[in-house]
């Protein structure tokens, strides 16, 4: 479970406008309960109308380094046009428990992915996922930027995402959802209140039983004034141990 949030928080909380050229600037704290701190994440990410990059890094900080070094660098680019975004090239490293991984994926024409992974996975899930599945998803960081350009431009918790990180498929969505006003991290304005679902489809070796235990989540997305994306400010998911949350310590945005 700690792992997983990692690597969603990783693929969650980037944010970019296409309006005209801007850079984002996010720091994120993740805990459990909201005092025992876990880790962090610092984001900086660029937009124009015509292109979009995304870096990120998460890590364990505290007393959760002292049982789990996790660090993840990683990056995405690619253009935007009325069509909508088409990623180029994805590229994460993953350290956690003594190992170390990194996947880099270039995306050609037709949607055709080449990908390298060092150390290659031993393991491709029961079922694995297909090469249409794979062409027609998101890499991680894109999928949330494409959700959020959906939230944005209907001002409702509504949207959908599939994925491929590199071995599994899934699905991120939103619903329900209620309107607030939002204060902290720098951020002041309007927000909206959604249901987060993460819904694995393949690459992966999960009973049904596990899949059912997967919990809702709540994601809130700022809606500021002028801006083509609402950016991700918050997300709580229940675990046993209380809710873990990741939850914006500073935001900024300049153009």
Same mark, same amino acid.
């Given at each position: ?12 909380? $980037? ?21 025992? $701190? ?17 870096? @990120? ?57 080449? @990908? ?44 959908? $995402? ?28 309007? @927000? ?52 873990? $949350? ?10």
């Amino acid at each position: 479970m700690f792992r997983f949030l990692f690597l969603l928080g990783a693929a969650l909380f $980037v944010g970019v406008g296409t309006v005209r050229a801007e850079t984002y600037r996010l720091d994120y704290d993740v805990a459990v309960l909201n005092v025992v $701190v876990l880790g962090t994440a610092s984001y900086q990410v660029t937009a124009s109308d015509s292109r979009y990059a995304v870096r @990120a890094n998460v890590r364990t900080s505290g007393l959760a380094r002292l049982f789990d070094q996790t660090e993840i660098n990683a990056a995405t680019s690619g253009s935007v046009s009325s069509a909508g975004l088409n990623w180029s090239r994805y590229d994460i490293s993953h350290a956690y428990e003594g190992k170390f991984r990194r996947v880099q994926i270039s995306r050609g024409a037709g949607g055709v992915l080449n @990908a390298q992974i060092t150390p290659n996975y031993r393991e491709w899930g029961n079922p694995p996922a297909s090469p249409t599945q794979q062409r027609t998803s998101y890499d991680p960081l894109s999928a949330l930027f494409a959700l959020g350009r959906q939230v944005n431009a209907r001002q409702q918790c509504r949207g959908a $995402v599939f994925v491929f990180d590199g071995l599994q498929h899934f699905r991120l969505s939103v619903s329900g959802g209620s309107s607030r006003q939002y204060v902290g991290g720098g951020y002041r304005g309007p @927000a909206l209140v959604c249901q987060f679902r993460y819904e694995p489809i393949a690459g992966f070796d999960l009973t049904a039983a596990e899949r059912a235990r997967i919990p809702v989540g709540e994601a809130i997305f700022a809606l500021p004034a002028g801006a083509s994306f609402a950016a991700p400010l918050r997300l709580s998911v229940p675990t046993p141990l209380g809710a873990a $949350v990741v939850e914006v310590r500073n935001y900024s945005r300049t153009s």
